[in-house]
């Protein structure tokens, strides 16, 4: 069985930074695709970044190139997400994701994963 344990909710000034984790069991994500998507009020879920099994390949949506960085720690079993320069458009719950059953290439031809972390809330203030 997959668990992803995400922490509670946080909030940041804009321009600020913030590093969300996520705990995976079940699965080693050194082995597998992640991802972490998120979805503002109103609107659908967005690939924000997806990271390959190989680490060799990763993807970021425009609206935070440069700003987010996603990586992962074999050790710990957890994979992150770096966000600096946030900004209230940036506003959204964040889920992670690890389904041993997409690739890389899937998570960008928009496949949805079966198994999401619970969400972080992340709040920017202007």
């Known amino acids: 069985q997959v668990q992803l344990v995400e922490p509670g909710g946080r909030s940041v000034q804009a321009g600020g930074p913030l590093r969300l984790s996520c705990a995976v069991s079940?699965?080693?994500?050194?082995?597998?695709?992640t991802a972490w998507f998120r979805q503002a009020p109103r609107k659908e879920h967005e690939l924000v970044a997806a990271?390959?099994?190989?680490?060799?390949?990763?993807f970021y949506a425009d609206s935070v190139k440069g700003r987010f960085t996603i990586s992962r720690d074999g050790a710990k079993n957890t994979i992150y997400l770096q966000m600096n320069s946030l900004k209230p458009e940036d506003t959204a719950g964040y889920y992670c994701?690890?389904?041993?059953?997409?690739?890389?290439?899937?998570?960008?031809?928009?496949?949805?994963?079966?198994?999401w972390g619970q969400g972080t809330q992340v709040t920017v203030s202007s």
């Open positions: 994701a690890v389904d041993p059953y997409l690739t890389y290439r899937d998570y960008l031809r928009g496949s949805r994963p079966g198994y």
């Open positions: 079940g699965r080693s994500v050194s082995n597998y695709a």
């Open positions: 990271l390959s099994s190989t680490a060799r390949m990763i």
